[in-house]
Nanobody, 120 residues
């Protein structure tokens, strides 16, 4: 399984960007799909998550500004970001937790990330 993030770039504060995470390869079952971010010198933090039961979580810092969605076959995870702030600048990284086969047990898969830069 390989995750590829697309859609990062540079934008001015107040602007919008859409990120997508594409899942390459087969997954027997998906437990959750998540967006994390890591800013320079800071720890990686969870931004948004969709569980296998379609429960959605947002970090307080992005509530009301970011929207996470997925496609019906759990192959694409998207993050629509609006009213971007300078402090949203970070590498945005996709994570999928799931089983690659009926017998494998759950595992975490990570993308390499896409950079979002918000300027004032």
């Amino acid at each position: 399984v390989r995750l590829v993030e697309v859609g990062g770039g540079s934008v001015q504060a107040g602007g919008s960007l859409m990120l997508s995470c594409i899942v390459h390869g087969y997954m027997f079952a998906v437990g959750s799909m998540s967006w994390y971010r890591q800013a320079p010198g800071k720890e990686r933090e969870l931004v948004a998550q969709i569980s296998g039961h379609n429960n959605i979580y947002y970090a307080d810092a992005v509530k009301g500004r970011f929207t996470v969605t997925r496609d019906s076959v759990w192959k694409t995870l998207s993050l629509e970001m609006s009213s971007l702030k300078v402090e949203d600048t970070a590498q945005y990284i996709c994570r999928v937790n799931g089983d690659v086969s009926e017998f494998s047990g759950p595992a975490d898969f990570w993308g390499t990330g896409t950079l979002v830069t918000v300027s004032s």
